[in-house]
């Protein structure tokens, strides 16, 4: 079973073992199964670049956590066991490294020394000391000093960390390439590329700050986001002291004399050519009478 303060979660895993009890409030958990744990469970953490909540999936027994990545459609159900679950979330658990969780608490920390199990205490996320299980000294030294202790004194370090989100770039360009991963429609990408949506990748687990040495660092330059993206010029407004009426095109007018002559109907021809002289007009019937 899974330890879950948000409902009972079904369990497809990469061998398809599956949960068959369910209830109402669901949703459809894809990881592993190596990864579960009855001791498990999905707690909230700061997300690392938007400071949000997000949930992963903790296992102290395995010393790993995921990212709960969910998506859900507007009608969507699932086969699960010999049931059918409907209108149900789906769940994808992903690994995550913890340093990177970490990274934001140890930075506020003002580079100072102080236990980890200190600096990861928040009153908004109470479930971040977990982290502190999670990380030995040997990945510690790759972000921070750390003064050798069982408390894990340690201090943020930018230039260690810079290299080893350096490295994480490395990795995940070379994992794109050996994967055959393009992203867009470019058919081929270059190493500078690859680098450059690698870097891409990584930022979206890093501060602003952080990603912009990052870039500086690699010497690449990530896209600017669409709403920064210069937008198209209006078209210009005529002035309002402007004569508007000046503007407009001027009329051509004739001669005086010379107007052009007005095309008749056959009706008004024909009516044009009775001899009307001694006839009353139609108003002339229509007179009031003298008594």
């Not at 068959?20 to 690392?48: A, M, N, R, W, Y």
């Not at 995940?172 to 081929?188: H, I, L, Q, R, W």
């Not at 210069?230 to 407004?237: M, S």
Request: charged share 25%; aromatic share 8%; glycine share 4%.
């Amino acid at each position: 079973g899974i330890n879950a303060e948000y409902g009972q979660h079904y369990y497809i895993t990469n061998n398809l073992r599956m949960t068959t009890q369910f209830e109402p409030s669901s949703t459809v958990l894809i990881c592993p199964e190596s990864s579960l744990s009855c001791d498990g469970q999905i707690i909230k953490l700061k997300h690392p670049k938007s400071n949000q909540t997000c949930l992963a999936y903790l296992n102290l027994e395995s010393k790993s956590i995921k990212e709960l990545l969910y998506t859900k459609e507007k009608y969507v159900s699932w086969f699960v066991g010999e049931s059918v679950v409907g209108n149900s979330p789906l769940s994808i658990g992903t690994p995550l490294d913890p340093l990177f969780m970490i990274l934001p608490y140890l930075v506020i920390s003002n580079e100072k020394y102080s236990p980890l199990s200190q600096i990861l205490v928040d009153s908004k996320f109470p479930s971040a000391v977990h982290l502190d299980e999670l990380v030995p000294e040997t990945a510690l030294v790759q972000v921070a000093d750390v003064k050798p202790s069982l408390d894990k004194i340690v201090k943020f370090n930018k230039e260690k960390t810079l290299k080893w989100l350096s490295r994480k770039v490395k990795n995940v360009a070379s994992a794109m390439k050996k994967c055959g991963v393009e992203p867009g429609f470019n058919s081929s990408l270059s190493d500078d590329e690859y680098t450059r949506y690698a870097c891409g990748i990584v930022s979206d687990y890093i501060s602003s700050s952080l990603s912009s040495d990052l870039q500086e660092k690699l010497g690449v330059q990530l896209s600017v986001d669409s709403d920064e993206l210069e937008k198209p010029a209006k078209r210009p407004k005529l002035n309002d002291s402007l004569d508007h009426e000046a503007c407009k095109p001027a009329k051509k007018t004739l001669p005086k004399g010379k107007e052009k002559a007005q095309k008749l109907t056959k009706a008004q021809k024909d009516l044009a050519s009775v001899n009307t002289k001694g006839m009353k007009t139609m108003s002339s019937f229509f007179k009031k009478v003298e008594k």
